[in-house]
């Protein structure tokens, strides 16, 4: 299995940063959930573990989606983009993407010359992220 994942590894190109910018979204409907960050561990993680790793920017360090919030990614298929420097996750989301508690992260459209939030949030973030509170 790890040469095979060394073999995926080689076809992306990840930044000068070591990063690759990652779109996750619902396998079966299409939904886009969110964009995140993808540094080699975390490609590695997600195809071992089928389920979603990202880098954390911010922590500068892997993070697992819902190992705190319990709102899991499983991944589905993985794919490159045409120029190999961009990821889509085919994922079956558990609950929220958003940190927010919204089902996506993409919750604000441009209407009538402003932002318009479009979804309220289904869960409350303090229930998702105690810790935080």
């Known amino acids: 299995m790890s040469e095979l994942i060394d073999h995926a590894l080689e076809g992306i190109k990840f930044g000068p940063d070591g990063l690759v910018p990652v779109i996750a979204q619902q396998h079966d409907t299409g939904e886009v959930l969110m964009v995140a960050w993808m540094n080699r561990d975390a490609v590695r993680a997600s195809l071992t573990e089928g389920r979603a790793c990202y880098w954390s920017r911010s922590r500068a360090k892997l993070w697992r989606k819902g190992e705190t ?65």
């Open 69 to 133: 919030s319990g709102q899991v990614q499983l991944l589905r298929e993985l794919r490159l983009d045409c120029d190999g420097d961009a990821v889509l996750l085919l994922v079956d989301q558990t609950g929220v993407a958003c940190h927010t508690g919204r089902r996506s992260c993409f919750f604000r459209a441009w209407r009538n010359a402003s932002w318009a939030v479009i979804t309220e949030p289904q869960v409350s973030p303090g229930t998702l992220y105690p810790e935080r509170e």
